[in-house]
């Protein structure tokens, strides 16, 4: 999983990025997430021997780095995430907005309605 420097494959950070990506979930579910984008190729295409060429190893002895390298890829992708700041100001004023009066108007009784109540009557309705 190093280089010669002694760091990290950029590679093997990018697939453990891409996966945690993928379901962003905690260290037993996302080694299952990388074990099976490693069995389907969907990391740039590499299987499981090709990421055991970067230095991701699936088994057991291979784990402990694995787990690290998960843990500093998580870490990383914590710190990536916007953080939400809260700002108190103090209220603004409130603008008020005035209109005209409005003319009053006329009674709608004068315009020819009838003060005759409308009434319903319920009939059953054949079927």
């Known amino acids: ?75 990383e992708e914590y710190a990536l995430r916007r953080p939400v700041a809260v700002v108190i100001t103090p209220d603004s004023p409130v603008v008020e907005i005035r209109t005209a009066p409005k003319p009053p108007q006329d009674d709608p009784r004068d315009e020819g309605t009838f003060d005759i109540p409308i009434r319903l009557a319920m009939v059953p309705s054949g079927a």
């Open 1 to 75: 999983m190093t280089d010669a420097t002694g760091g990290t494959d950029p590679n093997a950070v990018d697939f453990v990025r891409f996966c945690y990506r993928r379901r962003r979930v905690g260290w037993p579910e996302l080694y299952d997430e990388m074990c099976s984008v490693a069995n389907r190729g969907l990391y740039l295409g590499y299987d499981v021997d090709d990421l055991a060429g970067l230095g991701i190893g699936f088994s057991l002895f291979g784990m402990p780095a694995l787990a690290g390298l998960t843990a500093r890829v998580m870490a």
